[in-house]
Nanobody
């Protein structure tokens, strides 16, 4: 499976962005997809995950209530709607996929997109 992340950009605090993760080369509907992010000088952190089986979503505490993950299997795409953005959300956002259930550890994911930069100005 190949993943392509897009939708990043520069936004003011309080604004919104929608990231997309589009897959090719596999049965996308059978993959759990997660978003991770990495700010400069920090480790990559879990943001959100959506399972392949029933669409169950989970979020990191820092984004809960502001971010929403969803998937459109017909379009082989997972979205991350990010609202009420804060400067601390600034990071490179990566999508990742695995042929199993939802897990928050990046080590469990087999396939990765190239990352898309989100910059939130104060």
């Amino acid at each position: 499976v190949q993943l392509q992340a897009s939708g990043g950009g520069l936004v003011q605090a309080g604004g919104s962005l929608r990231l997309s993760c589009t897959a090719s080369g596999g049965t996308f509907s059978r993959y759990t997809v997660a978003w991770f992010r990495q700010a400069p000088g920090t480790e990559r952190d879990f943001v959100s995950v959506i399972s392949w089986s029933d669409g169950t979503a989970n979020y990191a505490g820092s984004v809960k209530g502001r971010f929403t993950i969803s998937r459109d299997n017909a379009k082989n795409t997972v979205y991350l709607q990010m609202n009420s953005l804060k400067p601390e959300d600034t990071a490179v956002y990566y999508c990742a996929a695995r042929p199993g259930g939802p897990i928050g550890s990046d080590a469990a994911y087999n396939f990765w997109g190239q990352g898309t930069l989100v910059t939130v100005s104060s």
